[in-house]
């Protein structure tokens, strides 16, 4: 129970994060004006008594009358000291709980008024109340031995206080506790009241103890004394655990959220998923600007670069895809074809696996071109992966995180590149990479371009399988010197040079426009006509693409912009013709009739294959007085040599039939070359070349100069089959041969492009060589 007693007025001391208790003696620095001018008063007029009343937002510097609490706790002055800086120190004791009534400021002089009520609790004291204030007094022993934060000696203070009030009223004031929970205990009239409130507090604060103290064993045993920086992030760990399973996110800070987000919702296995959480944990320990804090961020960015589990639709109409092709490429049929038959196989087999195809070609035919337009045809992401100059195998299945700027390989950075896990993936110049002390990148290779296999490619960086299954691995390649097992896991599809013709359409429906584009022209600006662009196919280019076909149209371009350059729009296009041609281009850079004028001894018309087409080679051979030696120069491989000295076996086989003698071998030095010395020549089809060259300058007999010829010999005179037969015979009609002898082993080969050289030149098929003397030889 309560009971009124003195209503009396006050000069108000408005206090910040302290709440005054009955019976404590509290040191007060006061600053504030209005604080100074209502200690003073009560000074120098004994009538008035000063109040102790708390904030309700201890920032605030200029207080209200609403800002004020409406109980409080007059105050008996013991000593005021006033400070050089205007301030005043202040030693006051806690007399009476007040109840304000009535709370005003008086503008004249500046200083809260207040009247208020005088209340406390009766004398006599309960059983029930005993009861409680012995609970009160064990349980506050018990904090203040479990804390830090008070001294002993406070245990044997209040041990001298016989009052219950007064017992409660200093535990109070002695509990870390807020303005707003001290400020409800002064409030509660009610004693009983008041102490089972003091107990709830009391029991709240030694709980948090006894967490902050479990949570300091647990990170004691996990750390050492020597790494206090770990002992306060573990510390942080567990109290932002804490906080989160209280407040949700409240714990988390930076883009950790959106990382534990990404890792919750990844398309990935649970054990892998796992794995990422784990990541983001070590990442929330680190300060944000350590070096491994660093690594883990790359490589969380990386892994969610990926976009696991999502695939774009295939496309599903094949006459579309089709259109698609023929409008970005000429010709190519057979290519276009085995897309088509992809596609329609892929429309009824959900799980089929992508197969891998490797285009082989010479330069400039359209290889990588066509990967987009294949990519574009079934609806494919397109990405681009260049291997040339390759040498570590790190390339491919990306380093250990434990090395120094660690990165994935280039298949996962290339997935990484796209929003899908099923784009069409360009391996461009495969037989370029290279292999050394640094490892074996055509090795790492076999694992991704295995459609049995990598379903469950690793690399090195992310540290777990990730499925390439579904992705289209278009491979490019000049040449097939690539490891066998490599080759083996690809299907070959080879792109020849163009013919003529085929330039000439390309020309036409492509590179025309293009160029033009590129230059700023116009199709109401510059045209060409069919004879101008044989010519420049013809006499301004060699090669088995068009590249330099695309470089003369362009230079051709140039010179027409240059020209119109700050001149009226012609009411018509200008028209390039073939007579044009010398101004814009010079003189031709090729020769269209490469062959020899007139037929002549010795000098065989030679086919060879490059990585960049077929090309004429001249064999030239002659015979000097000496021992019967065999010399060859030109810079010939070991296998042209050893075909040179086969070709020089069987002609001396054949001494008899073409009537000279043995002895006429032995007499004599023969000389074989193939001009261009500087480049380096190789392989085996020469052989009918060779011997026709020797024979020739045997007998005496000249060489048909209109006759191109290709084709390896054996020791008995047998002709068998070459390869790059498509390239050759190109070679030949740019050269202007008029005849191409070819081994019979060959005549199946003709058939996938016997229309495009068809009236252009004579095929003739041998088996042996007495077939090829027969033709060439003339008497």
Known sequence: MAEGKNIGSYAVLAVRDIVVFPGTVVPLFVGREMSVNAIEQVINNSAVELLCLAQRDAEKEDVSVK????????????????????TMKLLAEGVARVRVSRLTFDKASRVFK?????????????????????????????????????????????????????????????????????????????????????????ESERAWKDKEKEVLDKVRDEISKEQKSYFLRKKLEVMQNELHALDGDAGLVGDLPDFEDKARRVKLSAETRKKL??????????????????????????????????????????????????????????????????????????????????????????????????AKAM?????????????????????????????????????????????????DEIDKMGMDFRGDPASALLEVLDPEQNDKFADHYIEFEADLSKVLFITTANTTDIPPALLD??????????????????????????????????SKELAFDDEALTSVISDYTGEAGVRDLERCLSKICRKVVRERHGKRAASKPKVIKKSHLQKYLQAPHYDKHSIGKKSAVGVVNGLAWTCVGGELLTIEALKLPGKGELVYTGSL?????????????????????????????????????????????DGPSAGI??????????????????????GEITLRGNVIAIGGLKEKILAAIRAGAKIVILPKQNQKDLKDFEKDIKGKVEIVFVSHIDEVFKKVLVK
């Open 67 to 86: 800002d004020l609490y409406r109980y409080g706790t007059s105050m008996r002055i013991l000593q005021a000291v006033n400070m050089p800086d205007g």
């Open 489 to 522: 896991r690809m299907e070959l599809i080879h792109l020849s040079g163009y013919t003529a013709e085929e330039k000439l359409g390309i020309a036409k429906d492509y590179l025309v426009a293009k160029t033009m584009k590129n230059n700023g022209l116009s």
């Open 689 to 710: 070349g060779m011997a026709t060259a020797l024979l020739s300058v045997i007998t005496g007999h000249k060489v048909a100069n209109d006759v191109a010829m290709t």
């Open 379 to 427: 609806g494919r992401s397109f990405v681009r992966v260049a291997l040339g100059g390759v040498r570590e195998d790190s390339e491919i299945r990306g380093h250990r995180r434990t090395f120094v700027g660690a990165m994935p390989g280039q298949i996962i950075r290339a997935l990484g590149r796209t929003s899908t896990m099923n784009p069409l993936i360009m391996l």
């Open 114 to 202: 207040a009247r208020g009520e005088v209340f406390s609790t009766i004398d006599q004291v309960s059983e029930e109340l005993k009861t409680l204030s012995r609970v009160m007094q064990e349980k506050f022993s018990e904090y203040v031995q479990a804390t830090e934060h008070l001294s002993l000696d406070l245990i044997a203070n209040l041990a001298n206080i016989s009052s219950v009030e007064e017992y409660t009223d200093l535990i109070s004031s002695h509990l870390p506790i807020s303005v707003r929970s001290k400020q409800k205990i002064l409030e509660t009239a009610d004693l009983g009241a008041r102490i089972k409130l003091v107990l709830g507090l009391i």
């Open 637 to 681: 491989g070991e296998v042209m040599q050893e075909s040179i000295k086969a070709a020089y076996s069987v002609v001396r086989s054949v001494a008899k039939k073409y009537q000279f003698k043995s002895s006429l071998l032995d007499k004599h030095d023969f000389h074989i070359h193939v001009p261009e010395g500087a480049t380096p020549k």
């Open 277 to 374: 959480m784990n990541e983001v944990g070590k990442l929330k320990l680190m300060p944000s600007m350590s070096s491994e804090a660093a690594v883990i961020r790359n490589y969380l960015d990386t892994v969610f670069s990926v976009s696991w589990g999502k695939y774009d639709p295939i496309n599903q109409d094949l006459d579309a895809a089709m259109d698609i092709l023929n409008k970005d490429h000429y010709g190519l049929d057979k290519i276009k074809e085995r897309i088509i038959e992809s596609l329609a196989v892929s429309h009824r087999v959900s799980e089929i696996k992508a197969p891998i195809l490797c285009f082989v070609g010479p330069p400039g035919v359209g290889k990588t071109s066509l990967g987009q337009s294949i």
